[in-house]
T-cell receptor, first 118, second 114 residues
Framework: AQSVSQHNHHVILSEAASLELGCNYSYGGTVNLFWYVQYPGQHLQLLLKYFSGDPLVKGIKGFEAEFIKSKFSFNLRKPSVQWSDTAEYFCAVNASPRPPGGNEKLTFGTGTRLTIIP | GAVVSQHPSWVICKSGTSVKIECRSLDFQATTMFWYRQFPKQSLMLMATSNEGSKATYEQGVEKDKFLINHASLTLSTLTVTSAHPEDSSFYIC??????????FGPGTRLTVL
C-alpha cells in the first residue's frame, strides 16, 4: 500500500517569498502524483499532476513540482507567493497502473497549512 | 474543469437518525465515485469506492452497513449515514472520475450529530 508524508504542517511566509512544500511517498511501483489546494471554505482543487514524462510539471497559479524518483519526492514550489495563496495544500498519490483487483485509490498526505502574511 | 456538487452542504441531525448525502457530477459522466472523510486538521481518508451499477468497495475499518453507498447512475452517488452518532460528525467529501484519470472533488458536506 502507498503512503504519503508531508513534513511541513504549517508554513508561514511573507508575500513575495519563495515556497517549497515537501512531499514524500512510499510505494513499490509506479505512481501518479498530485498536488491539491483547499482554499478556506472551498473544495479541493487540482494544482498539478504528474503521470509520466518531464518530471518538472507546471500547474495553475504559478505552481510547479518536481518528481525525483530516486528520492520518492514530489515537492511543490512557487518562486513568489501571494496573500491569496493562503490555503491548505495536499499531496496525493495513486498506483499506476491500477493494481489488479484494485481501484484508483488516492492516498493523501496530512496536508500543509500555508499562511501568507501581507 | 469538471464540476461536482454535493447536497446538502451542511446538516445537523439527532443521534439515531439517518442522513443521506448526494454527490453529482454536473457536466460529465462519472464511472467511479469516491467518498472521503476529513477530520479537523487531518487529511482525507478514503471510505469507499463506487462504480456505477455495482456494489461499493469499502476500505478496511469502514462499516458498510453504517455507511450505505449507492451509485445508481453515471452522475449520482449517495452516501447514507445510518443511525448516526456524535462520533460520525465529520466533513464528508465525494469525488468523481470519468474517462480521465483525474478525480474532481465536491465541496463537501459537514455533518454534525447531536
Amino acid at each position: 500500500a502507498q503512503s504519503v508524508s508531508q513534513h511541513n504542517h504549517h508554513v508561514i511566509l511573507s508575500e513575495a517569498a519563495s515556497l517549497e512544500l515537501g512531499c514524500n511517498y512510499s510505494y513499490g511501483g509506479t505512481v501518479n502524483l498530485f498536488w491539491y489546494v483547499q482554499y478556506p471554505g472551498q473544495h479541493l482543487q487540482l494544482l498539478l499532476k504528474y503521470f509520466s514524462g518531464d518530471p518538472l510539471v507546471k500547474g495553475i497559479k504559478g505552481f510547479e513540482a518536481e518528481f525525483i524518483k530516486s528520492k520518492f519526492s514530489f515537492n511543490l514550489r512557487k518562486p513568489s507567493v501571494q496573500w491569496s495563496d493562503t490555503a491548505e495544500y495536499f499531496c496525493a498519490v495513486n498506483a499506476s497502473p491500477r493494481p489488479p483487483g484494485g481501484n484508483e485509490k488516492l492516498t493523501f498526505g496530512t496536508g500543509t497549512r500555508l499562511t501568507i502574511i501581507p | 474543469g469538471a464540476v461536482v456538487s454535493q447536497h446538502p452542504s451542511w446538516v445537523i441531525c439527532k443521534s439515531g437518525t439517518s442522513v443521506k448525502i448526494e454527490c453529482r457530477s454536473l457536466d460529465f459522466q462519472a464511472t467511479t465515485m469516491f467518498w472521503y472523510r476529513q477530520f479537523p486538521k487531518q487529511s482525507l481518508m478514503l471510505m469507499a469506492t463506487s462504480n456505477e451499477g455495482s456494489k461499493a468497495t469499502y476500505e478496511q475499518g469502514v462499516e458498510k452497513d453504517k455507511f450505505l453507498i449507492n451509485h445508481a447512475s453515471l452522475t449520482l452517488s449517495t452516501l447514507t449515514v445510518t443511525s448516526a452518532h456524535p462520533e460520525d460528525s465529520s466533513f464528508y467529501i465525494c469525488s468523481a472520475r470519468g474517462r480521465r484519470r483525474e478525480q474532481f472533488f465536491g465541496p463537501g458536506t459537514r455533518l454534525t450529530v447531536l
